[in-house]
């Protein structure tokens, strides 16, 4: 049988197609030893092993079978797939909001690449729509893709033409701002362009998706829908993330871009507002305001663009018995602004004292952060974080490791004089620093406990 129908297979695998007679992209029915299945048999990543055969069963998802276990195969149908979605031509309804969908990659524009079993940014900010037609329900969509990367590939280079861009849809009088980005790093970005882009007259959300488009629990397309309506009808006029609320298809949550955090590897509700609460609830029928305080959405198109960014800022987590030389190595690299992830209320040992001193003689801005995530850098405690202060470190206040690191990043990229460093740093743009947190800005619910799991079980995840 011609090879073109063994894609990727190899081995004693290849052996196994051939013995029953069954191609790459034919339906079968597989008897093994584990029990029965039916589905299309998918070609395998080229870096694979050769013993095991995989097969998109009826749910969507894809199994890997054990070539050991196969007692009999039947092929019953062939159709090569064709996975690429065809790009569609938005239409156009009167009275409906204009949005802007700019795409930068990430899953939320993905296919899977069975040459190499990966997920790749391939689908078009049109292709988009092609997947998703509720969306010309919502707003009148105008896309534009700008990248097509990870978002782990993400940077200051992407952080500046965002910017810019976003200014330009601004200044033509667009009415809300959609981006597509993976979402490892989303809530730098996020944090980036609330220094870069700030008093907006739109809104402006980030979106992304924890499963890929051809996932039967996908949830990029909902994520779309509930961001292009809150980029279009939405009054919040702010940098804001939006995905799921909890696990369940029920609403999503737009989040402050200077108080967000991705907080778990594939949770579909991964992403939560820390050490506050979110801005709002939105589903496909409305908003429903969580704060009052927020930044409303104006008619005129006045929007402050401050596109700049140093890549000479770092970021040391801090550990036990941590040595001088990591630090030392950081300055002699040349970096010039350096956030410390703290323990406790912002401390390190007393064994790199000398380094912190080094680096504070040679004009190197130090931030303090906290490894705890929740809660305020307090200094003025215990001897060692005054010691600290006196050696050149700054508390950050309740700011986001992450977020120091953006903003810090933005203030070099602006001035090299310490006191206006430090100015921009201590100011808050937009609750990057807040007062105080609220009672209910610290949730973390431990489970095994007979109320937790009371509350569990009568409300949901």
């Not at 969507?60 to 195969?73: F, L, R």
């Not at 790093?185 to 980036?192: D, V």
């Not at 509700?269 to 496909?284: H, K, Q, W």
């Amino acid at each position: 049988m011609n090879e073109d129908f063994f894609q990727g297979y190899k081995g004693s695998a290849l052996e196994v197609l051939e013995k029953y007679n069954v191609r790459v992209w034919g339906q079968a029915d597989v008897n093994t030893s584990r029990g029965a299945f039916q589905g299309t048999i998918l070609p395998r990543a080229e870096n694979d092993d050769d013993q095991h055969i995989v097969m998109k069963i009826s749910t969507g998802y894809n199994v890997g079978i054990d070539i050991s276990t196969i007692v009999d195969m039947t092929e019953t149908g062939y159709k090569k797939a064709n996975y690429k979605i065809p790009e569609k031509e938005f239409p156009y309804t009167e009275n409906l909001p204009a949005v802007k969908l700019i795409g930068t990659g990430g899953t939320i524009a993905s296919r899977l690449d069975y040459r190499t079993g990966a997920v790749i940014p391939a689908f078009s900010p049109g292709e988009l729509y092609g997947a998703v037609p509720e969306l010309a329900d919502i707003c009148n969509l105008t896309t534009e893709k700008v990248f097509a990367v990870f978002s782990e590939n993400m940077g200051p280079k992407q952080y500046i033409s965002l910017a810019k861009a976003i200014g330009k849809e601004i200044e033509n009088g667009i009415d809300g701002i959609v981006i597509g980005h993976g979402t490892d790093t989303l809530h730098h970005t996020g944090a980036a362009l609330t220094f870069m882009v700030q008093n907006s007259p739109v809104p402006i959300v980030l979106v992304g998706s924890q499963r890929s488009s051809d996932r039967p629990s996908s949830d990029a397309a909902l994520n779309l829908m509930h961001a292009t309506y809150a980029a279009g009808h939405g009054d919040i006029a702010e940098v804001m993330v939006c995905m799921f609320g909890p696990t369940s298809d029920e609403y999503g949550l737009l989040h402050k871009g200077t108080r967000v955090r991705k907080m778990h590897s594939s949770y579909r509700s991964t992403f939560r507002t820390i050490g506050d609460t979110p801005l709002a609830m939105v589903s496909r029928k409305g908003i429903t305001h969580i704060k009052k305080d927020y930044h409303p959405r104006r008619r005129d198109r006045n929007v402050t663009i401050k596109p700049y960014f140093s890549d000479k800022v770092t970021m040391l987590y801090y550990y036990p018995a941590m040595k001088p030389d990591i630090l030392d190595a950081m300055v002699d690299q040349g970096y010039k602004g350096i956030v410390i992830i703290g323990t406790g209320l912002g401390h390190v040992n007393k064994e790199l004292y000398p380094a912190i001193e080094r680096a504070h003689a040679k004009g190197v801005y130090m931030y303090m952060t906290l490894q705890t995530i929740w809660g305020y850098v307090h200094m003025f405690v215990y001897d060692t974080g005054r010691d600290m202060m006196a050696k050149g470190i700054i508390p950050a206040g309740n700011m986001l490791p992450e977020v120091a690191f953006i903003k810090l990043g933005w203030a070099l990229g602006q001035t090299d004089d310490p006191e206006e460093v430090k100015k921009l740093m201590l100011t808050p743009i937009n609750d990057e620093i807040t007062a105080r947190e609220p009672y209910n800005g610290y949730l973390v619910y431990q489970g095994g406990i007979p109320e937790v799991e009371d509350f569990v079980k009568r409300v949901h995840k």
